[in-house]
């Protein structure tokens, strides 16, 4: 992983905050708020961003039915971002998690990001993956929406709390 100065001037790795299509579609069609800020950061090459295909092809498939003049935007905030972009997990691998989550389809958003070693799986689908704190525990990641995740990330950043 890469290393990047803090604010104090130390070396810390890159923190990489996994966003699903909610999150992604939020910072891209807003012109401020959270998750749009960390948008801003990982293009400013402060924090990583990583998705899965999934994610993209979800992201796409949006836009185009909801907003199709959009797509070419969304394309070059993807490539300005440097979105790491991970393999969907395999659905043998899906399927030994799916007790993870209630909501089937989710599922390979979780493995993604756990695959993924992300720090932070950004959403704002509170239904699925906020609601329920066992999702986090059972699958060992931080799960928050983009605010949640900028708070934390200044967390880090300030060396208020650890990153474990």
Same mark, same amino acid.
């Given at each position: 992983?890469? !290393?990047? !100065? ?17 999150? /992604?579609?939020? @910072? ?81 958003? /979780? ?28 699958? @060992? ?5 983009? @605010? ?10 300030? @060396?208020?709390?650890?990153? !474990?």
């Amino acid at each position: 992983m890469k !290393s990047v !100065s803090n604010i104090t001037g130390s070396i810390m790795p890159k923190i990489d905050l996994f966003f699903d299509s909610s999150a /992604l579609m939020a @910072g891209m069609i807003s012109a401020g708020g959270a998750a749009r800020a960390l948008l801003l950061l990982a293009e400013d090459e402060k924090i990583l961003l990583t998705v899965s295909e999934q994610v993209i092809v979800e992201v796409e498939r949006n836009l185009a039915r909801k907003a199709p003049q959009a797509l070419p935007f969304a394309r070059q905030l993807i490539l300005a971002t440097k979105l790491r972009i991970v393999r969907d997990p395999s659905p043998e691998l899906v399927k030994t998690h799916m007790d993870w989550i209630s909501h089937p389809a989710d599922v390979p958003i /979780l493995v993604a990001a756990v695959q993924a070693r992300a720090d932070f799986l950004v959403t704002l689908n509170t239904r699925h993956f906020l609601a329920n704190p066992d999702i986090a525990r059972k699958s @060992g990641l931080r799960i928050g929406t983009p @605010g949640d995740a900028l708070a934390w990330l200044r967390s880090q950043l300030t @060396g208020n709390q650890k990153r !474990s």
